[in-house]
């Protein structure tokens, strides 16, 4: 069982930066990928990146390359998401989430409750 929290939303304009953080309760959060999604209003929820166990191997969504860097810290259980270059829309709810798995493709068994990040223009 891992259990996941998520901070650092909030409002910010366009362009501005934010630090999104996902905390983790459980023995096992050093050995799960942890990926980061976001649901805008009225859309289906998108993947935006994924870390590896170990945080060798990251997998970024086109939309995000270049603008958002994923880290973790296992040794704090923590994984973060550093947003750059914000633009109106990725305005949405962020989640993380984990699984045992590869960076890439589904299989996601654990989620956040979410976190509000809002980019004005």
């Known amino acids: 069982q891992v259990q996941l929290v998520e901070f650092g939303g909030g409002l910010v304009q366009a362009g501005g930066s934010l630090r999104l953080s996902c905390a983790a309760a459980g023995r096992t959060f050093s050995m799960h990928t942890m990926g980061w999604f976001r649901q805008a209003p009225g859309k289906e929820r998108e993947f935006v990146v994924a870390?590896?166990?170990?945080?060798?191997?990251?997998y970024y969504a086109d939309s995000v390359k270049g603008r958002f860097t994923i880290s973790r810290d296992n040794a704090k259980n923590t994984v973060y998401l550093q947003m750059n270059s914000l633009k109106p829309e990725d305005t949405a709810v962020y989640y993380c989430?984990?699984?045992?798995?590869?960076?890439?493709?589904?299989?996601?068994?654990?989620w956040g409750q979410g976190t509000q990040v809002t980019v004005s223009s």
């Open positions: 989430a984990a699984k045992l798995g590869p960076v890439n493709g589904r299989g996601y068994d654990y």
């Open positions: 870390i590896s166990w170990s945080g060798g191997s990251t």
